[in-house]
C-alpha cells in the first residue's frame, strides 16, 4: 500500500459501491477498510474504540486503551483499528483521535518486552479510522504521531457533492498531493521516513508528553491539559444532545478590519496613533500571538522622546521592508519599498527574483538583495551593488516552501531582472537543494564574502523547534545578521494550508536564538531581526525586548500602498496594481478586470515613507515612556515584559523570564576609525567577526584586477594566467574574488562593458583540484580553466565567461579525473561549462540560460536491473531540477530522479542503445513528478549540438586532446544518431495554488 488513506469504514450505507469504490482504491495503490479485515482473518485485526465510557475520564481512557492495544498484539492481531464509530452512543464521550494514536503508540514501543518478544509496535499497523480528520494538517499529524495509515471516512462523505465517484478519486488526489507537499518542504522522500516533525504551544506536560512533541508555555496553570479535554468531552456531549448550541468557530482575519486604516495613514488622512490604537485594541479581543498578551511596563520615570535615538547602525528606525521580488511585486510598487526606504533612512530587501538592471549600485546603503542560496538573477553584480546580501533557508512563501512566480507573470521586465525566459514558470527549490549542513552554509558564506569583501550577509529561516541551536550554528557560520521568519505573515499567493498550520512564531525564535547566543558568548557577533505578522511599534519594542535588533515588515509595505488583501497575489489580477504586471488600466480590461487603479510611483513612495515613519516615530515614543533613550538599550530586556491576559491558555513565565547577565549591546557601526576601511556600512552591534582563513589562491588572482580593467594590453588580446603551482581543496572559491573585483569596477568605476570576449583565461594545470565554489558567480570576460577536477560549487550562479574542467595528466602521463562535485552550474545564467569527466548529484538545478556539457561516459553498459541506479550513473541524481532555461548535453548516463520542475531549456540525452541509454531507460530516469518528455532531436537541437560539441572539442584540443576532439566532432556531425531531446511538456503548476 503505498498511499496511506484507506477508503470505506463508513457507518451506514457508503455513498459509493463498494466495487467503485475498490477500483478508486486500487487506482491510488490503496485499500478499503472492509477489504483490510479479509487481509488479517481471526485474531490478526482486531478494533479499538477510541472512546471515553461514562464511568473514565480523559486520563483514564487513554491509560486504559494503552493496555488494551498491547493484550491485543499479544493476543495475534497484526491489525489494529482505532475507530472512533461508538463515540456518541449512550454514555461515551469523544476522546482526540490523535491523542489516543499517539498514547497508542509509544505504548506499544515502549511495552516492557518478555522473554524472547520482538517489540510489540514492530509486530502490528495502526489504522486510525475516525470522523475528526478534516484536511491535510489532521493526516499528516495522525501519520507522524504513529499510524500507519488513516481512513477520513467523513472527510470523503463531505466531499461527495455530484459525481460521488469522481469526488473520490479527486479527494484522494488532493491528499496525496498534501502529503507530497509537506514532506518534500521538510526534505523527505518517503512518508513513512515523517514522524514528529511538529511542535505544539499551550499544550501542558502531561498532553506533551504523550503526543511526544516540542510544546512552548504550556505548564500546570496554563495550556491545554486532561481537565480542558474532559471539558471538551462533556461540551460536545451536550451539543449532540441539543442542550447547548455550537456553530463552527470563524478564523479571525485581521488585515480585512484595518487595511483601510493603514492605507489611511499611508496617505495622510489619518494620524498613526489612532492606526496602532485599533490595531492594539482587535487584538486584545482577539488574540492570535504570544505577544498579543504581553504588555510593557517599565520602573523608569518616562523621559523625552526629544532625547531618543531609535537608530541601529546607519539607520534611523529599526525597521526593514522586508524581501518582495519582482515579479511577485509590480514595478511601481517594488521601486517604491527601495525609494521609501532611502527617503526615511531605513532598509529595504529586495526579494529573490534580480534586480531591475538600473537599480544594480542605485541604494548601496539602504537595500538588501536576497540570494536565497543562489537562484534568480542573481549575479555577482547583485551581490556586489549593496552592502546586505540574504541566504534564504526554508523560506519562502511560507516555512520551507519554494516560492512560485506563474508564467503569466514573468513578463519581458520580469525575465530581464531574473535572467529567466519570457512566459515561463518559475519555480524555487524547497530547501535542502544545495545546503544540507552549517558547513555548506558557511561555504555559502565565505563564497559571499569573497566575491564582495565588504558585503554583510544575513540568513533568513523559519522558526522551528531547537531554533537557538540553529541559530549558534549560522553565527559561526560567519553570518553577520540572523533573520528569524515567523508563521503570519507571508503573501497572499501562500497555500491556505501553510497559512494556518506551518511555522512557529518569530516571539518564540527571537527568544530562543537571542538567549542560546547569550550562553554561547558570542551576541555580540551578529544582529537578530525578526518578521512574520508584525503591524506597529509596540510590536517592535516587544521583540527588542526578546532580543531583536531589527523587525521586518512584508504585508504591511504592500497595505500601505492599497493592498487590499484579497488573497490572490499570484493570480496577476491585483486590482491596485501592487501584485501584478498589468501597468494600465488597457492592460488591464484586455486581462478581464472589471476594476483597476494603477500604482503611481510618487505617491506610492509618498505612502510607503510616510507610513513607516509613522511606526518608527511610534517606536522613539514607547523607548520615552520606558524611560530609555536609547531603543536598542532594549534588545534583550524580557523583565521589561510582563503577561496580561490570555492565562488559561499560555503560560509566559519562561519566554520573559530575564536574562540575568547581559553583554553590550551597544549599537555601533563596525569597528572603525578615521584610518580603518571605510566599507564599514553594516551598522551592527559590537562586532566580532569571525576571521575566515586568508585564501592565497583567490587573492593571488583578484590583484589580477587592475590589469583585466586597466588599459588594453598590446595585441588587444586576453590576459592569459597559469597559476603557478598546482592546487588541491583547501584553495576554494578560485576566481570568485576576481569576478567580483571587476563587477565593481564595471558598477562603480570604469570597467569595461561585458561582452562575449575574453578579457583574462586563468589556468590551473598539473592535476590541480579546484576546492568548493570554482568560479562561483563568474561574470562575462572570465575564463577558467582546470585540468585535474573540481568539488563542490562550480559555477554557481555565474552570469557569463566559461569554465572547463578537463582530465588533467598523472606521474603516468595519464589522464585522469575531470569531474566536479555536487551543485555543478547551479543557477548559472549565461556563459559556458565544460566537464569532462563524471558530475555528483544536483548538477544543473535552477540551470537558467547558461550552456553545460556533461562528458563522461559509462564504462559498461548499464543495467536498471541491479538497482542503484545513481552509483553507477554519470550524473549521481536529481540532475537539472527546476531548469528554466540553457542547454545541456549529457554524453552519459544521466542518473536518476532527473528534470523535476523544470520549465524551460534543453537537455540533450545519449542515445547509446549498445550501453543501455536507449530512450525508455533515459525515460525512467525522469523524476516521478517531472513534467519533461524525451522525444527525437528537432532542427533546433542539430544546431544545439553541433554548436556545443564543436565548443567542447575546441577546449579539448587546446588542452592537447586531438583524438577526442576529433571524435566530438564526428559525433555533433551526426547528431541525430546518437542524441535524444528532454523538454518540458508544459507550465507546471496551477497558478491558483502556487506559493510566490
Known amino acids: 500500500m503505498s498511499f496511506p488513506v484507506v477508503l470505506g469504514g463508513h457507518h451506514e450505507m457508503a455513498p459509493v459501491t463498494a466495487g467503485a469504490l475498490r477500483a478508486i482504491a486500487r487506482e491510488h495503490k490503496s485499500y478499503l477498510l472492509e477489504d483490510l479485515w479479509e487481509a488479517f482473518p481471526g485474531k490478526r485485526s482486531a478494533v479499538l474504540d477510541i472512546a471515553c465510557l461514562e464511568s473514565e475520564n480523559t486520563k483514564g481512557a487513554i491509560e486504559r486503551l494503552k ?47 518478555e522473554h524472547g518478544e520482538q517489540n510489540l509496535r514492530r509486530r502490528t499497523s495502526i489504522v486510525l479510522r475516525s470522523g475528526a480528520l478534516r484536511n491535510v494538517h489532521d493526516v499528516m499529524i495522525a501519520l507522524g504521531l504513529g499510524a500507519d495509515g488513516i481512513c477520513p471516512y467523513v472527510m470523503f462523505e463531505v466531499a461527495c457533492v455530484d459525481d460521488y465517484a469522481a469526488d473520490y478519486d479527486n479527494l484522494c488526489s488532493a491528499l496525496r498531493k498534501g502529503m507530497e507537499k509537506v514532506i ?19 499544550i501542558k506536560p502531561e498532553i506533551a508528553e504523550i503526543m511526544g512533541v516540542q510544546s512552548y508555555y504550556g505548564s500546570e496553570t496554563g495550556g491545554i491539559g486532561f481537565a480542558e479535554l474532559d471539558a471538551d468531552g462533556n461540551e460536545r456531549k451536550q451539543v449532540l444532545a441539543g442542550a447547548e448550541v455550537s456553530k463552527p468557530a470563524k478564523t479571525f482575519r485581521f488585515y480585512p478590519k484595518v487595511w483601510k486604516a493603514a492605507n489611511a495613514v499611508a496617505n495622510g488622512r489619518e494620524d498613526y496613533a489612532e492606526y496602532s490604537q485599533k490595531v492594539r485594541e482587535l487584538e486584545a479581543a482577539n488574540p492570535i500571538s504570544l505577544r498579543h498578551v504581553m504588555e510593557l511596563e517599565s520602573d523608569r520615570p518616562p523621559v523625552s522622546v526629544d532625547q531618543v535615538d531609535a537608530s541601529v547602525g546607519h539607520h534611523d528606525y529599526p525597521i526593514v521592508i522586508a524581501s518582495m521580488s519582482f515579479g511577485s511585486q509590480s514595478e511601481t510598487a517594488f521601486r517604491a519599498y527601495a525609494e521609501a526606504a532611502k527617503r526615511i533612512n531605513i532598509l529595504s530587501v529586495n526579494g529573490e527574483g534580480g534586480e531591475p538592471h538600473d537599480m544594480i549600485g542605485m541604494y548601496p546603503k539602504h537595500r538588501g538583495q536576497q540570494i536565497a542560496s543562489g537562484r534568480f538573477g542573481v549575479t555577482s553584480s547583485l551581490i556586489n551593488s549593496s552592502y546586505l546580501v540574504e541566504i534564504k533557508i526554508g523560506q519562502g512563501a511560507k516555512p520551507g516552501e519554494g516560492g512560485h512566480l506563474p508564467a503569466r507573470k514573468v513578463t519581458e521586465k520580469v525575465a530581464a531582472a531574473r535572467n529567466a525566459t519570457t512566459g515561463t514558470d518559475l519555480i524555487s527549490p524547497s530547501n535542502n537543494h544545495d545546503l544540507y549542513s552549517i558547513e555548506d552554509l558557511a561555504g555559502l558564506v565565505d563564497e559571499l564574502k569573497t566575491a564582495n569583501p565588504d558585503v554583510r550577509v544575513a540568513v533568513k529561516v523559519p522558526v522551528v523547534p531547537n531554533i537557538g541551536t540553529i541559530g549558534v550554528g549560522i553565527a559561526k557560520a560567519g553570518a553577520d545578521i540572523i533573520t528569524l521568519s515567523g508563521f503570519e505573515g507571508g503573501t497572499g499567493a501562500a497555500r491556505s494550508h501553510a497559512l494556518r498550520h506551518v511555522g512557529l512564531p518569530s516571539d518564540i525564535g527571537t527568544r530562543a536564538v537571542h538567549r542560546a547566543l547569550m550562553e554561547a558568548g558570542i551576541r555580540n557577533r551578529v544582529e537578530i531581526w525578526a518578521d512574520g505578522g508584525y503591524r506597529h511599534g509596540h510590536d517592535i519594542v516587544k521583540l527588542h525586548c526578546l532580543g531583536a535588533n531589527r523587525v521586518g515588515f512584508g504585508t504591511l509595505a504592500m497595505v500601505s500602498l492599497g493592498c487590499t488583501i484579497c488573497r490572490g497575489c499570484q493570480l496577476d489580477t491585483c486590482h491596485v496594481g501592487i501584485a501584478t504586471q ?117 587573492k593571488t588572482l583578484a590583484s589580477l584586477v587592475s590589469d583585466v580593467c586597466g588599459a588594453p594590453r598590446a595585441g588587444g588580446g586576453p590576459l592569459e594566467y597559469e597559476y603557478p603551482r598546482s592546487t588541491n581543496a583547501n584553495d576554494r572559491v578560485l576566481g570568485t574574488e576576481l569576478a567580483g573585483g571587476v563587477s565593481r569596477e ?8 561585458p561582452t562575449e570576449e575574453t578579457l583574462v583565461n586563468v589556468k590551473f594545470n598539473d592535476g590541480s583540484v579546484a576546492g568548493g565554489g570554482l568560479g562561483a558567480f563568474n561574470v562575462w570576460g572570465v575564463d577558467i580553466d582546470v585540468h585535474g577536477g573540481a568539488q563542490d560549487g562550480v559555477g554557481k550562479c555565474m552570469y557569463g565567461g566559461s569554465i572547463s574542467v578537463l582530465k588533467g595528466l598523472n606521474k603516468f602521463d595519464k589522464r585522469v579525473n575531470g569531474s566536479v562535485g555536487k551543485s555543478f552550474a547551479y543557477g548559472a545564467q549565461r556563459g559556458r561549462l565544460f566537464v569532462q569527466g563524471d558530475a555528483d548529484s544536483r548538477c544543473g538545478i535552477r540551470l537558467s540560460g547558461a550552456d553545460v556539457v556533461i562528458g563522461g561516459e559509462p564504462e559498461e553498459p548499464v543495467d ?12 549521481k541524481g536529481f540532475a537539472f531540477e527546476y531548469m528554466t532555461d540553457g542547454r545541456a548535453i549529457v554524453l552519459g548516463d544521466p542518473g536518476p530522479w532527473a528534470c523535476a520542475g523544470m520549465t524551460g531549456g534543453r537537455i540533450y540525452m545519449r542515445h547509446w542503445p549498445e550501453m543501455g541509454l536507449t530512450k525508455e531507460s533515459l525515460t525512467r530516469r525522469l523524476g516521478m513528478g517531472a513534467k519533461a518528455v524525451i522525444t527525437e532531436i528537432d532542427t533546433q537541437g542539430m544546431l544545439d549540438i553541433q554548436e556545443l560539441l564543436e565548443s567542447y572539442a575546441d577546449e579539448l584540443r587546446i588542452s592537447g586532446q586531438e583524438s577526442e576532439a576529433e571524435r566530438m566532432e564526428a559525433m555533433a556531425a551526426d547528431a541525430d544518431q546518437h542524441f535524444l531531446m528532454c523538454v518540458p511538456e508544459s507550465e507546471q503548476a496551477d497558478p491558483s495554488i502556487s506559493t510566490e
Open 67 to 113: 493496555f488494551e492495544a498491547i493484550d491485543l498484539v499479544r493476543g495475534g492481531a497484526e491489525l489494529i483499528v482505532l475507530s472512533d464509530r461508538t463515540v456518541y452512543e449512550g454514555d461515551r464521550r469523544f476522546i482526540d483521535p490523535h491523542l489516543a494514536t499517539a498514547a497508542i503508540d509509544a505504548a506499544l514501543k515502549n511495552a516492557k518486552s
Open 864 to 875: 536498471d536491473s541491479r538497482g542503484c541506479l545513481a552509483d553507477r550513473a554519470n550524473i
Open 746 to 753: 564595471r558598477i562603480f568605476g570604469d570597467g569595461p562593458e
Open 184 to 202: 518534500s518542504t521538510i526534505g523527505i522522500h518517503e512518508v513513512r521516513g515523517y514522524a514528529r516533525q511538529f511542535s505544539a504551544i499551550g
Open 582 to 698: 498589468i501597468e494600465t488600466t488597457e492592460q488591464a480590461e484586455l486581462h478581464g478586470l472589471k476594476k483597476f487603479t494603477p500604482q503611481i510611483y510618487p505617491e506610492a513612495v509618498e505612502a510607503c515613507a510616510t507610513f513607516f515613519q509613522g511606526m518608527g516615530e511610534e517606536v522613539r515614543e514607547i523607548t520615552a515612556q520606558l524611560g530609555f533613550e536609547r531603543t536598542q538599550d532594549l534588545v534583550g530586556r524580557s523583565d521589561l515584559l510582563v503577561q496580561s491576559g490570555g492565562f488559561a491558555a499560555v503560560d509566559l513565565a519562561e519566554l520573559i523570564q530575564p536574562i540575568e547577565e547581559f553583554l553590550d549591546l551597544e549599537p555601533i557601526d563596525l569597528p572603525i576609525t578615521e584610518t580603518a576601511d571605510a566599507r564599514a556600512e553594516a551598522g551592527i552591534i559590537v562586532s566580532r567577526p569571525i576571521e575566515m582563513p586568508v585564501k592565497e589562491a583567490s
